[in-house]
């Protein structure tokens, strides 16, 4: 089946600084995924942060970006300078189409910004 | 922007009883999307629905489990007999015309099974 691996449940960063959230997946499907990243403010429900269809490319939002790299099977996460608002939790996740469409997602990563 | 709503938010029931789980999707979206999270425990994917029939349903999906979307009213979630493991938060999800790519979901309902 497909997996996705988050390693770090939780990181504090320090606002200002750069942050690095780590994502890899594993897929059986004979296409290429399609690979996600949502986010869960407090309060709020889960919505989409940046999707990436095609490998090789990348995909930005809000000063967020992550490149779908197929050779190492990543999708990680960074921002070159965090603020406080960015406290949040953040998923990964793999979108494959198959008799409809499926999110796999990793188990999450609660990052906090220290202001 | 576009809103999944989900009715109830918590809901707390004895086992065996039934269940049903409300969702209302974006208005014009015509997939529908259940997702299973027990606590500590990643999202799940649980089954997806479109033109009045599920397409796709994982292993989680049992038997006692049913979605309906009769007349464009809400899209459910029946639990028909309710057992301890089905303790969780269930989210609904939904996409439009545009492509089944963006999931815009709800905030989930916290299913308690006593």
Same mark, same amino acid.
């Given at each position: ?37 949502? !986010?869960? @403010?407090?309060?709020? #429900? ?7 269809? %095609?490998? *090789?490319?990348?995909? +930005? ?27 949040? !939790?953040? @998923?990964?996740?793999? #979108? ?7 999110? %796999?997602? *990793?188990?999450?990563? +609660? ?5 | ?114």
């Amino acid at each position: 089946g497909d997996s996705v691996t988050q390693t770090e449940g939780q990181v504090t960063v320090s606002e200002s600084k750069s942050l690095i959230i780590n994502c890899t997946y594993s897929t059986t499907s004979i296409a290429y995924p399609n690979l996600f990243w949502y !986010v869960r @403010y407090p309060g709020e #429900g889960l919505q989409l942060l940046l999707k990436v269809i %095609t490998a *090789g490319q990348k995909g +930005s939002s809000r000063g967020f970006e992550a490149t779908y790299n197929k050779e190492t099977t990543s999708f990680h996460l960074q921002k070159a300078s965090v603020q406080e608002s960015d406290s949040a !939790v953040y @998923y990964c996740a793999l #979108g494959v189409l198959n008799m409809g469409y499926k999110l %796999t997602f *990793g188990t999450g990563t +609660s990052l906090l910004v220290d202001p | 922007g576009p809103k999944v709503l989900q009715i109830p938010s918590h809901q707390i029931i004895d086992m065996g009883q039934m269940v049903t789980l409300n969702c209302d999707p974006v208005s014009n979206h015509l997939y529908f999307y259940w997702y299973k999270q027990i606590l500590g425990q990643q999202m799940e994917f649980l089954v997806n629905f479109y033109n009045g029939k599920v397409m796709e349903k994982s292993k989680l999906f049992k038997d006692q489990f049913s979605v309906e979307r009769p007349d464009g009213s809400y899209f459910t979630l029946k639990i028909q007999p309710t057992a301890l493991e089905d303790s969780a938060v269930y989210f609904c999800a939904s996409s439009g015309t545009g492509g089944a790519l963006e999931q815009y979901f709800g905030p989930g309902t916290r299913l308690t099974v006593l």
